[in-house]
C-alpha cells in the first residue's frame, strides 16, 4: 500500500538553530508532493509543492524542499528556525496513477521552537 | 476573504447517537474532501465529491455518509458513532481533481467526542 512517513514525530530547537524534517513515500510512479503546515488552532496551509522541475522547492516563510527520486524523499528545511514557526508539519504525496487526485499524508512532525 | 468553514468546531455526541458535521466553502471549487484525523494520526481520506458525484475509499466504513445538496454545503453523517470515531474531521476542497495545479484548501477541522 502506498504510504507516507515522517521520520520525526518530535522536534525541539532554539531559534536561530537550522531545521530539517525528513519524509519518505513508498510509491514508483510518478508523484506531486506538499508539504503542509498546522499552527497552534488554525487550519492546515500549503507550505510548498513540487509538480515537476527543478527538485529544489522554495515555499513561503524561507523554507525550501528537496525531491530526491532514487531516495523516494522530499525533506523540508529552513537554514534559521524562528519561534513563529512552531507548528505541525504534514508531508503528503498525490500518485498520479490515473483518475483523481488524491494526497496520502505522513504522520506529521510536532516541531516547537524555543526562543 | 474566500475560505472552507466547518461547523461546529466541538461536537459531542452519545454512542449510537447519530451525528451531523457541517462544511462550506466560498472558493466555488468543484471538489469537496472529508478526512478523519485520529490523535497522532495521518489524515485519512473517507471520501470526496466532484460536482455531485460521490467518491467513497475502499476502507471507508459504511457508518459514514455523506451529502452534498450544492456546490457550497457538504456534511458528513455519522450513523452510529461508536468509541472509535472519535477525531478530527477536516473537511477540504479543490478547484479540480486532476491536473498539474492541483491543490487542497483545509478547514480548521471539527473535533468530534464520543462518550
Known amino acids: 500500500a502506498q504510504s507516507v512517513s515522517q521520520h520525526n514525530h518530535h522536534v525541539i530547537l532554539s531559534e536561530a538553530a537550522s531545521l530539517e524534517l525528513g519524509c519518505n513515500y513508498s510509491?514508483?510512479?510518478?508523484?506531486?508532493l506538499f508539504w503542509y503546515v498546522q499552527y497552534p488552532g488554525q487550519h492546515l496551509q500549503l507550505l510548498l509543492k513540487?509538480?515537476?522541475?527543478?527538485?529544489l522547492v522554495k515555499g513561503i516563510k524561507g523554507f525550501e524542499a528537496e525531491f530526491i527520486k532514487s531516495k523516494f524523499s522530499f525533506n523540508l528545511r529552513k537554514p534559521s528556525v524562528q519561534w513563529s514557526d512552531t507548528a505541525e508539519y504534514f508531508c503528503a504525496v498525490n500518485p498520479l496513477s490515473g483518475g483523481y487526485n488524491k494526497l496520502i499524508f505522513g504522520a506529521g512532525t510536532r516541531l516547537a521552537v524555543h526562543p | 476573504d474566500a475560505m472552507v468553514i466547518q461547523n461546529p468546531r466541538y461536537q459531542v455526541t452519545q454512542f449510537g447517537k447519530p451525528v451531523t458535521l457541517s462544511c462550506s466553502q466560498t472558493l466555488n471549487h468543484n471538489v469537496m474532501y472529508w478526512y478523519q484525523q485520529k490523535s497522532s494520526q495521518a489524515p485519512k481520506l473517507l471520501f470526496h465529491y466532484y460536482d455531485k458525484d460521490f467518491n467513497n475509499e475502499a476502507d471507508t466504513p459504511d457508518n459514514f455518509q455523506s451529502r452534498r445538496p450544492n456546490t457550497s454545503f457538504c456534511f458528513l453523517d455519522i450513523r452510529s458513532p461508536g468509541l472509535g470515531d472519535a477525531a478530527m474531521y477536516l473537511c477540504a476542497t479543490s478547484r479540480l481533481r486532476t491536473g498539474s495545479s492541483y491543490e487542497q484548501y483545509f478547514g480548521p477541522g471539527t473535533r468530534l467526542t464520543v462518550t
Open positions: 513540487y509538480f515537476s522541475g527543478d527538485p
Open positions: 510509491y514508483g510512479g510518478t508523484v506531486n
